[in-house]
């Protein structure tokens, strides 16, 4: 098994150039299977999760032709779509259960394994299964599956408990080829759901608001192929807005949408941190005055996300006063704070709360990645750590992020990949 070893390093400095989006791209790749035609997806990061995606696709009865080198891949649905994600590709990656909705609506039925929790919580699915059903979809669980049938589909109204990302996407592919008018409320605003309507109304769908917390779709009879690039990831530049700020760095980040990220940059300049808009992208500068602490609370877009609160602790107990940071969209998120503690850190939770004492001098020591954003977490303290820290389950850090490694060596970071 591949590890990390890191060094401290000295202030990070220089260009880095973000990958498209993740979470943009695999509900993307999903949503190609609501055409018989030819889709080609521009911008796309080569991550496990993508090539997970491609996999699950390819066992539906998509032809996928990955160009990892050039970022790109083209999807055609073949002769006939198995309408069955099996247990195996489910459990390897959680969002393949955005391929239920694009099946549902081109098959009339669709059977998924269940995804089951992870280690940052129980991640039910009740809120998709809620839209299919105001869809005219009946639900039947059983062995661990989950099959949702229709005859047909006809629009209905759902309102989301929580504006769930998955649901919102779900709901949204599944009422594109239904009969009449769907409604979400309560959707989710995140700029990939913005993404992934984008996609479908190149496809000839009609989805409007998109990007506010009221989704209207109105169903049409087919959809046709496209050309689409995938949005920067903003989780992968608020990672390297925090590397430039934990080392007291200097970087420029280029390929990046200012608006997506503001929640974290608004915090970055709290602690006493200078982010500019460049015409290349962002410049953050963490070198002109000591860093100051600062609370957060997680929250749905366009609150402060969630998957920078890991990475945002490592950086809160290094900088001067104690913080707060109260985790609200998972409920077991916090499994990144014992490996920090065992670094130095002095972290203490308190149900959602975790109560982070600044100014401490972290040394390095042999930890896990215990999840994909945990991992960037360990990466980051591991660079301010004295001696050295081994990284270990970098596998999940390889989910999420494109060339991680490379970029930060290239930005001055003493990392190595290297196996057991
Ligand atoms: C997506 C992102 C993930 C991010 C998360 C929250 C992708 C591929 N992944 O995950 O990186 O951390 O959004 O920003 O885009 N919930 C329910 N019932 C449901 C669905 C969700 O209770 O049916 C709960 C979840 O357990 C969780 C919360 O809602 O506590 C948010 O989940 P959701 O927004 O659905 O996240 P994902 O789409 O899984």
């Given amino acids: 098994m591949a590890k990390y070893i890191v060094q401290k390093s000295?202030?990070?400095?220089?260009?880095?150039?973000?990958?498209?989006?993740?979470?943009?791209?695999?509900?993307?790749?999903?949503?190609?299977?609501?055409?018989?035609?030819?889709?080609?997806i521009l911008e796309v990061p080569a991550l496990r999760d993508v090539d997970a995606?491609?996999?699950?696709?390819?066992?539906?009865?998509s032809k996928?032709?990955?160009d990892f080198d050039n970022n790109r891949?083209?999807?055609?649905?073949?002769?006939?779509?198995?309408?069955?994600?099996?247990?195996?590709?489910?459990?390897?990656m959680r969002a393949s259960i955005l391929t239920m909705g694009p099946l549902l609506a081109r098959t009339g039925r669709a059977r998924i394994a269940l995804p089951g929790g992870c280690a940052i919580g129980a991640r039910p699915i009740d809120l998709h299964l809620k839209g299919f059903q105001a869809l005219g979809a009946d639900i039947e669980q059983g062995h661990g599956y989950v099959e949702a049938k229709a005859k047909k589909?006809?629009?209905?109204?759902?309102?989301?408990?929580f504006p769930s990302v998955g649901a919102t996407e779900n709901i949204m592919m599944a009422a594109a080829l239904a009969e009449g008018h769907t409604i979400i409320e309560n959707a989710a605003e995140e700029p990939e759901i913005v993404d992934l309507a984008n996609f479908m109304n190149k496809m000839g769908a009609k989805v409007k608001g998109a990007g506010t917390d009221t989704i209207r779709i109105e169903?049409?009879?087919?959809?046709?192929?496209?050309?689409?690039?995938?949005?920067?990831?903003?989780?992968?530049?608020?990672?390297?807005?925090?590397?430039?700020?934990?080392?007291?760095?200097?970087?420029?980040?280029?390929?990046?949408?200012p608006d997506h990220v503001r929640p974290v940059v608004a915090k970055l300049i709290e602690c006493g941190v200078s982010v500019e808009e460049i015409e290349e992208g962002i410049r953050v500068r963490a070198d002109l005055k000591p860093l100051v602490s600062t609370d957060i609370k997680t929250m749905p877009?366009?609150?402060?996300?969630?998957?920078?609160?890991?990475?945002?602790?490592?950086?809160?107990?290094?900088?001067?006063?104690?913080?707060?940071?109260?985790?609200?969209?998972?409920?077991?998120?916090?499994?990144?704070?014992?490996?920090?503690?065992?670094?130095?850190?002095?972290i203490k939770i308190e149900g959602r709360t975790a109560i982070i004492q600044g100014e401490r001098k972290l040394q390095g020591a042999q930890v896990i990645c215990t999840d994909l954003r945990a991992g960037a977490a360990m990466v980051l303290a591991g660079l301010m750590a004295e001696g050295i820290t081994e990284i270990s389950e970098i596998y999940h850090l390889e989910r999420g992020y494109a060339s991680f490694a490379e970029k930060f060596h290239l930005l001055g970071a003493n990392i190595k990949k290297v196996q057991d």
């Fill in 73 to 92: 891949i083209h999807i055609k649905k073949g002769n006939i779509l198995f309408n069955e994600a099996p247990y195996e590709l489910v459990k390897r």
């Fill in 53 to 61: 995606m491609c996999k699950l696709l390819h066992s539906i009865g």
């Fill in 153 to 161: 589909l006809t629009g209905g109204s759902v309102y989301l408990d």
């Fill in 10 to 40: 000295g202030p990070l400095v220089g260009t880095v150039e973000i990958s498209g989006a993740k979470n943009a791209v695999l509900p993307i790749m999903a949503a190609s299977l609501l055409t018989d035609e030819e889709c080609e």
């Fill in 64 to 66: 996928v032709n990955e």
């Fill in 301 to 346: 877009y366009p609150g402060f996300p969630t998957d920078m609160q890991p990475q945002f602790m490592a950086l809160l107990t290094t900088v001067k006063g104690p913080s707060l940071v109260v985790e609200t969209v998972f409920e077991n998120r916090y499994m990144h704070v014992g490996e920090l503690n065992r670094m130095g850190a002095d």
């Fill in 219 to 257: 169903g049409v009879k087919e959809l046709r192929g496209t050309k689409h690039s995938v949005i920067p990831d903003r989780i992968e530049t608020g990672t390297f807005m925090v590397a430039a700020a934990i080392t007291r760095g200097d970087i420029i980040l280029k390929n990046v949408v």
